[in-house]
């Protein structure tokens, strides 16, 4: 039985569909100056190749803001502005063609601010994902809690929230971030139990690649297993471009999205093959694979059509040799150094079989 996700109401960003149970939508964000057109949208191509379905920009000031129209003119993607401080750069992104207003509520201002993002947002039919971060709490909220609680984030998103109501605006995207897992797990599960608008899952300043993918495994992870998230965003200080496979990884171990799952034991030994090696090639070529498919690479026939016996195909390790295995069966015994190229060979063959059975349905 798969994860039974929790039900959220719609929200459509451009041609893209949040929440209502439509699959996960995988994020990320720029760092090139978005006032240099050129850079941004040559990354913006860069995040969609990695699969990112929705990328955000920074709008740090006027310049990064009249820099909107031109790059919406040269991608298809829907695209977030970033706001924080200057409502202003707001209204123009709206006007520039901008699909999502992100405004982070301890430091958009007045309430007539957040009135004029809406009313210009509802106009043009412009999604606002509320941003609530840790770092930025209103000050009076902070004050009351002491902290940077799970509470605190909810009580502020749920006052953004209302506003937004008040003017007529129900768009709405929420996100409740900060850099404690624990505390952002939490927060969201606070909100999901009150609200039912789609919810975008991160953990903010969650740190470098490594660091940063283990905290947004957990955190991510551990509310999609309990059916909470519509959107989510894996935020390293790395490369943006490593963001979307990161969050691709983290929705198909969950089973929650297509595409190939490598399984291969740690090594012990009885290993007689570089199996680290021949994982990290299969797991490469793979990454891109469309096709659901589940591939195990094993050290030795202990654990491999054994342990292993629920992978669509599989490979494992012997002395000189190893065997090539389809869903627990052995189908061969195959020369150590061709074991990559006979399992590749069989997933093209699976491939064919696979399109010519969708070919016939249709």
């Known amino acids: 039985m798969g994860i039974q996700r929790r039900q959220t109401r719609t929200v459509r960003v451009g041609e893209v569909s949040i929440g209502g149970g439509n699959p996960i939508v995988v994020q990320s964000m720029t760092n ?26 920074a709008m740090p000031d006027e310049e990064a803001a009249r820099a909107v129209e031109k790059i919406r003119a040269q991608v298809d993607i829907p ?21 999502k207003i992100r405004i982070n509520p301890g430091n958009i201002g007045a309430k007539e601010r957040v009135r004029a993002v809406a009313v210009a947002c509802r106009s043009r039919g412009v999604a606002i994902r509320i941003g609530v971060n840790s770092g930025s709490l209103e000050r009076e909220i902070l004050a009351k809690y002491g902290a940077p609680t799970a509470q605190a984030l909810v009580e502020s998103a749920q006052y953004h929230i209302g506003l937004l109501e008040q003017f007529d605006f129900t768009d709405i995207v929420v996100s409740l971030k900060s850099s404690d897992v624990a505390t952002m797990i939490e927060a969201y599960e606070l909100f999901s139990e009150r609200f039912d608008y789609p919810l975008h899952l991160g953990v903010t300043e969650a740190g470098g690649e490594r660091m940063g993918l283990i905290k947004s495994s957990i955190g991510i992870g551990s509310l999609l297993a309990h059916g909470i998230g519509d959107t989510i965003r894996v935020s390293l200080t790395a490369d943006p471009v490593l963001e ?11 089973g929650l999205a297509g595409g190939a799952t490598v399984v291969s034991c740690p090594t012990c030994g009885r290993t007689r093959i570089d199996l680290i090696g021949l994982a990290n090639r299969v797991e490469q070529a793979l990454r891109a ?74």
């Open 32 to 57: 090139t100056p978005t006032a240099d057109v050129d850079k941004t949208v040559a990354q913006i191509r860069q995040l969609v190749n990695s699969g990112c379905k929705v990328v955000r920009l």
């Open 79 to 99: 695209l977030v502005a970033d706001i924080h401080f200057d409502y202003r750069l707001a209204l123009r992104c709206v006007e520039a063609g901008i699909d």
């Open 244 to 254: 979307g496979p990161a969050a691709y990884d983290i929705l198909r171990a969950l």
């Open 289 to 362: 694979e469309p096709m659901t498919l589940k591939v195990a690479v094993m050290g030795c026939a202990v654990n491999g059509p054994g342990e292993a016996r629920e992978a669509d195909i599989g490979i494992a390790g012997g002395v000189g040799e190893g065997l090539l295995f389809k869903r627990g069966k052995i189908l061969r015994k195959v020369p150590q150094e061709a074991l990559f190229d006979e399992l590749m060979a069989e997933i093209e063959q699976m491939r064919r079989e696979r399109f010519s059975e969708e070919k016939d349905e249709r």
